[in-house]
């Protein structure tokens, strides 16, 4: 009775954990810097459905939609991890959002296999599908609930690191998160990030 009891435990715990999310595809990147707060990762170019909306919207709604099938070819497409999101604020700086009314950003990465003239077409004209190039980014790491008061404690840090550090960010903090919400917390897998200017 009591090793039933032990391994319905354990499975309970394993579904919890969201572990079939680590099987997700997830974008490359090399990692050329590292320290005991964050690290300097080269992502190499990749294809996003990317979504603006504003704060009474889902973001997450209108791209999950598109990847199981509400584009033009109904084509379900694979999730992927991890679903970034931003705020969209002005930047002179070539890919980075351009719009200052409050909007929200969140992309969704596609498999590796679609680019922006093969992936589907979306029928929701707030989704685009763009290429970014390969860009460096700096991360920092953390787990918990991916709440904008978590974020906000890990983005400020990251930043004070890197001002420390005399590294130039290019954007806003990007909130990315790799695991479904009914993961545990203390088994998630979260990351505040900023795009660098990188020499």
Same mark, same amino acid.
């Given at each position: 009775?009591?090793?039933?009891?032990?391994?319905?435990?354990?499975?309970?715990?394993?579904?919890?954990?969201?572990?079939?999310?680590?099987?997700?595809?997830?974008?490359?990147?090399?990692?050329?810097?590292?320290?005991?707060?964050?690290?300097?990762?080269?992502?190499?170019?990749?294809?996003?459905?990317?979504?603006?909306?504003?704060?009474?919207?889902?973001?997450?709604?209108?791209?999950?939609?598109?990847?199981?099938?509400?584009?033009?070819?109904?084509?379900?497409?694979?999730?992927?991890?991890?679903?970034?999101?931003?705020?969209?604020?002005?930047?002179?700086?070539?890919?980075?959002?351009? $719009?200052?009314?409050?909007?929200?950003?969140?992309?969704?990465?596609?498999?590796?296999?679609?680019?922006?003239?093969?992936?589907?077409?979306?029928?929701?004209?707030?989704?685009?599908?763009?290429?970014?190039?390969?860009?460096?980014?700096?991360?920092?790491?953390?787990?918990?609930?991916?709440?904008?008061? $978590?974020?906000?404690?890990?983005?400020?840090?990251?930043?004070?690191?890197?001002?420390?550090?005399?590294?130039?960010?290019?954007?806003?903090?990007?909130?990315?998160?790799?695991?479904?919400?009914?993961?545990?917390?203390?088994?998630?897998? $979260?990351?505040?990030?900023?795009?660098?200017?990188?020499?």
């Amino acid at each position: 009775m009591q090793k039933n009891v032990v391994l319905f435990l354990i499975f309970i715990v394993f579904i919890a954990t969201g572990m079939p999310a680590m099987s997700y595809e997830e974008p490359q990147y090399k990692i050329v810097k590292k320290t005991d707060i964050y690290e300097v990762r080269r992502y190499a170019q990749r294809t996003v459905a990317q979504a603006k909306y504003d704060e009474e919207d889902s973001g997450f709604r209108i791209l999950f939609d598109y990847i199981s099938g509400k584009n033009e070819s109904a084509t379900d497409v694979a999730m992927t991890v991890p679903v970034a999101q931003s705020k969209d604020i002005n930047m002179t700086v070539p890919v980075t959002q351009t $719009n200052n009314h409050g909007k929200m950003v969140m992309q969704f990465f596609l498999p590796k296999k679609y680019t922006k003239e093969t992936a589907p077409r979306p029928k929701d004209s707030r989704i685009d599908i763009i290429d970014l190039p390969a860009t460096y980014y700096a991360v920092i790491s953390y787990s918990g609930f991916a709440s904008e008061e $978590n974020f906000q404690k890990h983005y400020k840090k990251l930043k004070n690191e890197l001002d420390e550090n005399s590294i130039t960010v290019s954007g806003p903090p990007i909130k990315a998160t790799y695991n479904s919400p009914f993961t545990l917390p203390f088994f998630r897998r $979260n990351e505040a990030m900023y795009r660098l200017n990188w020499d």
